[in-house]
């Protein structure tokens, strides 16, 4: 399963279509090429009820041909509340795999998430925690290791008892661009593990963790070093939350050149990109 995904994505010549979807104060990130869609999250905001979630998967435009492949960065509801909405439905079946963090929070919804896959036969792959690098420091680490897909990177935390930073985060790369999908993890780690052992003069399009709130600190000294052609923040002003933060918009324009200003969804569309 995972070998035709790797096959497909690292032998496809066309361009691929980055979305960020509106989907209020949640996450649900793609990557789209021909009928395969990788989904990085399927979230919603949390107390949306049944139909506004389901009016959420319907602007996605998932097509009766598409094959899905779903990565979940970490088990928190507004980043899968939509698979919940997709229970008995043709689209659930076009699903060919579910990838997540292990020790996963079982939660009442949690174990509903793998009822509803087990009971739809689709594959479920918990990614472990990957090994500390260096035994001697207490901070988390994110590392590569195994699951180095070529243009599709997936990086998984080192052990944490952090809902958060128990995490995988995404980076896809092309000859042209940089892709950053971070989940909630920090931006400490996020640098240090990630885009510093990149092509950091290759545009980078990134999505702000925790929908620009709260995920450590922005320092623009380090980020400054990155050639960003769009930063995106995925979230809806009526959260309880204060995001986003004030400082992390004020931070993310300054990195920004030729006048570009940092995109928000909040309610106003789904953000895509072609690369």
Known sequence: MLDNLIHRINNYSGPFRITVHDVGHGNWNEIQFGD???????????GWGNL???????NVNIEPDDEIYIFLSHW???????????????????????????????????NRVINILSSAGIPFYPIEFTNKRNRHNKEIELNLEQYCLGRLKIYRSTKTPSKNLNSIVMHFETENNNVLFTGDQKYEKLYSYVVNHSNKNK?????LPHHGGYAGKFKKDDWETVNFSDIIISYHKRNRYGHPFQSHITTANSLLKDSNTIIETNGTGSKFFII
């Open 52 to 58: 506004r979630v389901q009016q959420i998967i319907n």
């Open 76 to 110: 928190d509801i507004d980043h899968y509340h939509s698979i919940l909405q997709l229970e008995g439905t043709q689209q659930l079946e076009q699903i060919r795999a579910f990838f997540a963090p292990s020790n996963e929070h079982k939660t009442a919804t949690v």
């Open 203 to 207: 545009p980078y399009i990134f999505i």
């Open 36 to 46: 395969t869609r990788i989904f990085f999250d399927i979230g919603a905001q949390m």
